[in-house]
């Protein structure tokens, strides 16, 4: 694995400075936005949470600030990780799908991310649409053989209930869509190679 160094925006603690840096690689546009990623002891039916400063929402969009806290110890279903025992592309693809949340985050003025945490919270079809909007994020960077690993670590490890796998099947991209995407992508990518 590639270090990429973190730059004076970006804090991480130690122990997972080198994926946070491999993740953020990914998203140039993230280089001047102040990211915190920081440990929680617990958060509420989560793993990860990318979430606007607080303060910072009453400033312009251009000066937010940003944080993705990160369980200490990841619950899945009836099994708990540490962080030190999730593979480090696993982590990556989760911290990757956090920094997609960001980039639309960044595109929302402070009112509609008020109402966005409302409607995360209490709305099952929305909580599937930002989701789903975060991986997109993520594959549109770049980053869907990390999305993938992450996927194929949760759907198919066998000390994960059945009931876990079935709410990430719901709210998440499948597989298959990511490679769908991946495919519009490249073909994209060839289109405007021709013009």
């Known amino acids: 694995m590639i270090q ?20 953020l690689s990914f ?21 990860m949470l990318a979430q606007p400063d607080f303060w910072s929402l009453f400033g312009s969009k251009g000066k937010r600030k940003y944080k993705i806290l990160i369980s200490e110890k990841i619950h899945i279903s009836d099994k708990e990780f540490t962080t030190e025992e999730i593979p480090k592309d696993i982590l990556i693809g989760w911290l990757g799908h956090e920094l997609g949340h960001i980039m639309d985050y960044r595109n929302r003025s402070s009112l509609n991310l008020f109402w966005f945490a409302i409607k995360y919270t209490f709305s099952g079809r929305y909580l599937m649409i930002a ?28 000390d994960i209930s059945e009931n876990y796998k079935k709410k990430i099947g719901k ?4 597989p298959k869509e990511i490679m769908m995407l991946v495919e519009e992508r490249e073909n994209k990518k060839k289109e405007e190679n021709v013009e």
């Open 27 to 47: 998203y140039p546009q993230l280089a001047d936005v102040p990211i915190t990623f920081k440990f929680k002891k617990k958060i509420r039916k989560s793993t």
């Open 131 to 158: 989701e789903r909007a975060a991986d997109s994020y993520a594959v549109d960077q770049g980053m869907e053989n990390y999305i993938l690993k992450t996927k194929d670590f949760i759907l198919n490890n066998a």
């Open 4 to 23: 990429i160094p973190l730059n004076s925006q970006h804090n991480a603690p130690e122990a997972i400075k080198k994926e946070a840096g491999t993740a």
């Open 171 to 174: 709210y998440y991209l499948s």
